[in-house]
């Protein structure tokens, strides 16, 4: 189903100012839903994605910290505006400005997420989030271990928003979207 091996191509694809793409999914991250436009960027079927992680669609140069503090934050009751580069099943990949909402059930658990994401500011995508994800990766892959990435990665975010004193939300809307 799912080529973690596939080459990159390099070829990135833009989604439309009014094109939206929409994913649910349950409390472990496996898609029950998602819309035609998600279809059409991941490049994948709905029975290969209906069930399956949301990580399919995860490129390999984005750094792990986003996904974790993206991950806690949600899992935390709270929603979180992260740009995340994402790649499609051919190896092409697309950037986009999620929205991650919690969805929660009648005895207040936590049932499931819910992300839109829509055409993210490409200036913003090249001024401050490449070279914020290519240190984090540096850093990561610096580590002596994957727990240890981690933990350097979040220092270094969290460094980062103390010094602007600034949410991680905060600091995407302060870049512009």
């Known amino acids: 189903m799912h080529n973690k091996n596939a080459s990159l191509t390099r070829v990135e694809r833009s989604l439309a100012p009014d094109e939206l793409i929409v994913t649910k999914t349950d409390a472990s991250g496996k898609i029950r839903y998602a819309n035609r436009t998600f279809y059409k960027f991941a490049g ?6 209906i069930g399956a992680q949301h990580n399919i669609i995860r490129h390999p140069e984005m750094p792990r910290t986003v996904f974790k503090l993206l991950w806690d934050t949600i ?18 990949h697309y950037w986009v400005l999620a929205h991650v909402t ?3 059930g009648a005895n ?8 839109n ?9 090249r001024e401050h989030i490449q070279p914020l994800y290519t240190q984090l990766l540096k850093i ?3 580590a002596g271990s994957p727990k240890d990435a981690l933990a350097a990665g979040e220092k270094h975010v969290l460094d980062l928003l103390r010094s602007k004193d600034m949410s991680f939300n905060e600091l995407m809307f302060a870049l512009g979207v």
């Open 102 to 104: 919690p969805n929660w």
């Open 108 to 115: 207040k658990s936590i049932i499931g997420y819910h992300s």
């Open 44 to 49: 994948y079927t709905p029975a290969e994605c």
């Open 117 to 125: 994401r829509r055409a993210p500011n490409s200036d913003v995508i």
């Open 140 to 142: 990561e892959r610096s």
């Open 75 to 92: 899992k935390g009751g709270d929603e979180i505006f992260a740009y995340v580069n994402n790649r499609a099943k051919n190896g092409d």
